[in-house]
């Protein structure tokens, strides 16, 4: 390198070190000054003619070349005070043999305007670093938390307070509950509360992948695993929940051949990507959810016993919509408030009778049907209030579409499932909430209370 230095021809070298883009100063280890351009703006033009072979506290009092020469730090984008004008320099150290030998000052931006210009541009990428960062959260971060689950009947609190309680420690929890009744809400809220807030909140639905993906998803691939893979590879599901959590919906529709690889990396908190490389050591909780029996699905062989119980240590049923239904008014307001303030119109209030027709409804869609009807009462509605006169035909009739078409057992089902669990609730209160007395009370088997009580989203 040093022979490469000697063949540039003075000419080049003082052409570097004399252009009109940089304004150099250099001076020696003990602070002499051997060079200063011509086309230098950091000190005085009359003091420029005789600077060289002087000391540089003498040509520059305020210089602290000196100060890069003792500490051997490079300082870039300094700002520096001249004539009223504000400029930004750069005080690098040269080396030679791992010698400090000197040290040289460097113009970087010359006038306010570019000043000005790069302050603006580092604004502007600070926006959009907050707006990625921001992008970022909403794909990879918890949205909800506790603040966010409405609902006042007892039910439904004991069924947060389970939430709460298994936020506070990384045991498997499994949330059952019907399509619509806010299982990924819970996830969030429980991820949010738990020591892993901040951390990624990876979601995967087993449901909405097709089969010959879900293992590229889950479990990431090495370049050149399969037909179409990206030349770099890519991470897996898994993989970014690293210190997080992975929250896997429909858990009951992963392909048994999944459940296989899921259990192999439950056990060993370790995965590998297809096409094979590195195995990684994999730190995260996880939380499923399913709408299904899985335990039913065991006896029918299309779910694993091994699996279920690596996944079935925390259990947490979510009541069904028509469960909770004195919940539905506060529900359904604070759905309109809501609505109203992200569509920037005036709250609409709600008439004592549309309430009462909303708790009437079955909602076989849950939460999820009711944001649908509130989403539809706030382009029905034309005055002040809404009225019962606003709800779609379905709601005032309080029938759900399966009745619609046809279904009296339907109806049937559901009269007898409100009057069983009417009767468990009045068991449960004679026997002081003591589960084996109101068995008895019921004339049932203890496993037969437990096995209702969930289905009604008691436990």
């Known amino acids: 390198m040093h022979e490469a230095i000697k063949k540039i021809s003075q000419e080049l070298l003082l052409a570097l070190l004399n252009n009109p883009y940089e304004s150099l100063i250099l001076i020696d280890a003990e602070g002499i000054v051997r060079f200063v351009s011509e086309f230098n703006t950091t000190i005085s033009k009359r003091v420029i003619l005789d600077a060289v072979g002087r000391h540089i506290s003498e040509v520059n009092p305020g210089s602290e070349l000196l100060r890069t020469i003792q500490t051997g730090r490079a300082e870039i984008g300094r700002p520096l005070v001249l004539d009223d004008q504000e400029r930004i320099i750069a005080r690098i150290p040269l080396t030679n043999d791992g010698r400090i030998v000197g040290a040289v000052g460097k113009l970087l931006l010359s006038s306010p305007q570019k000043v000005k210009a790069l302050y603006q541009r580092i604004e502007n990428l600070e926006t959009q670093l907050e707006y990625y960062k921001s992008e970022f959260e909403q794909l990879w971060g918890a949205r909800y938390n506790f603040d966010h689950i409405v609902g006042r009947t007892q039910v439904l609190r ?54 010959d993906l879900i293992e590229a998803e889950l479990f990431g691939y090495e370049p050149g695993a399969f037909t179409g893979a990206r030349r770099q590879g890519g991470a897996g599901k898994i993989e970014l929940a690293h210190n997080g959590t992975l929250f896997l919906d429909e858990i009951a529709e992963m392909p048994l051949r999944m459940q296989v690889k899921l259990l192999r990396v439950l056990q060993d908190k370790v995965v590998e990507r297809i096409g094979g490389g590195k195995p990684r050591q994999i730190n995260f909780r996880i939380i499923s959810a399913t709408n299904q029996d899985l335990e039913g699905m065991i006896r029918k062989g299309t779910f694993r016993l091994d699996l279920f119980y690596r996944l079935n240590v925390v259990t947490i049923s979510l009541p069904a919509l028509r469960i909770i239904a004195d919940d539905i008014p506060l529900l359904f307001e604070t759905m309109l408030v809501e609505l109203a303030n992200k569509q920037r119109v005036p709250l609409k209030k709600v008439e004592e009778e549309a309430l009462e027709a909303l708790k009437a409804y079955a909602w076989p869609g849950n939460v999820r049907e009711l944001r649908n009807v509130a989403e539809q009462v706030m382009f029905a509605a034309d005055g002040e209030q809404v009225e019962v006169g606003d709800l779609p035909p379905k709601v005032r009739s309080g029938i759900a579409p399966m009745a ?52 009604y989203g008691m436990l």
């Open 404 to 455: 619609l078409a046809g279904s009296n057992n339907r109806l049937l089902k559901q009269s007898v499932e409100s009057a069983e669990r009417q009767a468990i609730e009045q068991a449960l209160r004679q026997a002081g909430q003591n589960k084996a007395k109101a068995s008895k009370l019921l004339g049932i088997h203890r496993t037969g209370l437990y096995q209702k009580m969930r289905r």
């Open 158 to 211: 004991d069924a947060i307070a389970s939430a709460r309680k298994a936020s506070l420690n990384d045991s498997p929890v499994i949330l059952y509950g019907e399509s619509g009744t806010g299982k990924e809400m819970f996830a969030h809220a429980i991820h949010e509360a738990s020591r892993r807030r901040g951390k990624n909140f990876i979601r995967i639905n087993c449901a909405a992948i097709p089969t």
